[in-house]
């Protein structure tokens, strides 16, 4: 336990929903967390709206406009920018912070040789209620090549500044901003290993759709775009070959049946136990669209 508790600056960037934001900044208000805290609401071009919500003594709210470029990595930079904190967090505008969050990833880091936090997370919604908590204390930049760790969800993760500056701002030239968290994390892991706290203080509000749902061209192009950013996944046949089967399906999902072949040979030669196999062959061969086995998968709280 530190002997003083530094002040968290957490972002939450929006596009401006009513409802599920204050719920999210009541909940970053509310931490029992005994240093001081500041939260920035950053709407992404859109007009900046008050909320209703009481700040509380040792909090603060900033409500400020994305002055980065449009999209989600611009609006997180924009509030770094405006960040005071010794101590960086981020919280998605329809997620929910447990009360002990933010005590307990800041125990880990009066370890200095701890840079990053993460912590377990609960996905909650139609159908579906269910804890991800990883087994380990520790997840490392290998792990991270091999594997996305769903777990390390953006809403879990506190920083250091100095781990912040190290790693760099968000990606804002990722096609889409598609797999910005995952680049990011890439990079923050690639300076420090990222501590968990092997309890799900993170509400995952899992409503069964995305952003991209159907956008199968920027996600081909954004895990290229990743792919070719990241030489040292190269490292890991298992992660290339996990990568490269979503460019397979978005491929297949989008009537591009031919390039999706050749790219499903390349995972097959990589790893031919990569589980997207199994289920881009039914889309390749028009059994079934890419939306209806995306649709099956995230009622399991799984994407592909």
Same mark, same amino acid.
């Given at each position: 336990?530190?002997?003083s508790?530094?002040?968290?600056? =957490?972002?939450?960037a !929006?596009?401006?929903?009513? *409802?599920?934001?204050?719920?999210?900044?009541?909940?970053?208000l509310q931490? $029992? +967390?005994?240093?001081e805290?500041?939260?920035?609401?950053?709407?992404d071009?859109?007009?900046?709206?008050?909320?209703?919500v009481?700040a509380g003594?040792?909090?603060?709210?900033?409500?400020i406009?994305?002055?980065?470029?449009?999209?989600?990595?611009g609006?997180?930079?924009?509030?770094?920018?405006?960040?005071?904190?010794e101590?960086?967090?981020?919280?998605?505008?329809?997620?929910i912070?447990?009360p002990?969050?933010?005590r307990?990833?800041?125990d880990?880091?009066?370890?200095?040789a701890v840079?990053?936090?993460s912590?377990?997370?609960?996905l909650?919604?139609p159908?579906i209620?269910?804890?991800r908590?990883?087994?380990?204390d520790v997840?490392?930049?290998?792990?991270?090549?091999?594997?996305?760790?769903?777990?390390?969800?953006?809403s879990?993760?506190? =920083?250091?500044?100095? !781990?912040w500056?190290?790693? *760099?701002?968000?990606?804002?030239?990722?096609p889409?901003?598609?797999?910005? $968290? +995952?680049?990011?994390?890439?990079?923050?892991?690639?300076?420090?290993?990222?501590a968990?706290v092997?309890?799900a203080?993170?509400i995952?509000d899992?409503h069964g759709?995305?952003?991209?749902?159907?956008?199968?061209a920027?996600?081909?192009e954004a895990?290229?775009?990743?792919?070719?950013k990241?030489?040292?996944?190269?490292?890991?046949?298992t992660?290339?070959?996990?990568?490269?089967?979503?460019?397979a399906?978005?491929?297949?999902?989008?009537?591009?049946?031919t390039?999706?072949?050749?790219e499903?040979?390349a995972v097959?030669?990589l790893?031919?136990?990569?589980?997207?196999?199994?289920?881009?062959?039914?889309v390749?061969l028009?059994?079934m669209t890419?939306?209806?086995?995306?649709?099956?998968?995230q009622?399991?709280g799984?994407?592909i």
């Amino acid at each position: 336990m530190p002997d003083s508790y530094p002040v968290v600056s =957490v972002i939450v960037a !929006t596009r401006d929903r009513p *409802g599920l934001l204050e719920r999210a900044v009541t909940s970053i208000l509310q931490q $029992d +967390y005994p240093g001081e805290i500041e939260c920035i609401v950053v709407y992404d071009h859109v007009d900046v709206r008050d909320l209703d919500v009481a700040a509380g003594p040792g909090r603060s709210l900033k409500l400020i406009n994305n002055t980065h470029r449009q999209g989600l990595p611009g609006g997180r930079n924009s509030g770094a920018d405006a960040a005071t904190g010794e101590l960086l967090a981020f919280c998605d505008d329809d997620d929910i912070w447990l009360p002990a969050k933010l005590r307990r990833q800041a125990d880990l880091l009066a370890d200095p040789a701890v840079g990053a936090v993460s912590c377990g997370l609960r996905l909650r919604g139609p159908g579906i209620d269910k804890e991800r908590v990883l087994d380990r204390d520790v997840v490392t930049h290998e792990e991270f090549l091999e594997d996305r760790v769903m777990e390390v969800h953006s809403s879990t993760m506190l =920083v250091r500044r100095s !781990t912040w500056e190290a790693a *760099g701002e968000v990606d804002e030239q990722i096609p889409g901003g598609y797999s910005e $968290d +995952y680049e990011w994390l890439l990079r923050v892991s690639a300076h420090t290993p990222i501590a968990v706290v092997r309890q799900a203080l993170v509400i995952v509000d899992w409503h069964g759709g995305s952003f991209y749902f159907g956008r199968w061209a920027t996600i081909v192009e954004a895990q290229r775009y990743l792919i070719r950013k990241h030489p040292d996944l190269a490292q890991s046949p298992t992660g290339m070959a996990r990568l490269r089967g979503q460019i397979a399906f978005a491929l297949a999902s989008g009537n591009r049946r031919t390039e999706a072949v050749r790219e499903l040979a390349a995972v097959i030669r990589l790893n031919p136990r990569e589980k997207r196999v199994l289920v881009t062959v039914p889309v390749i061969l028009r059994l079934m669209t890419g939306e209806r086995v995306l649709r099956m998968a995230q009622k399991r709280g799984r994407g592909i």
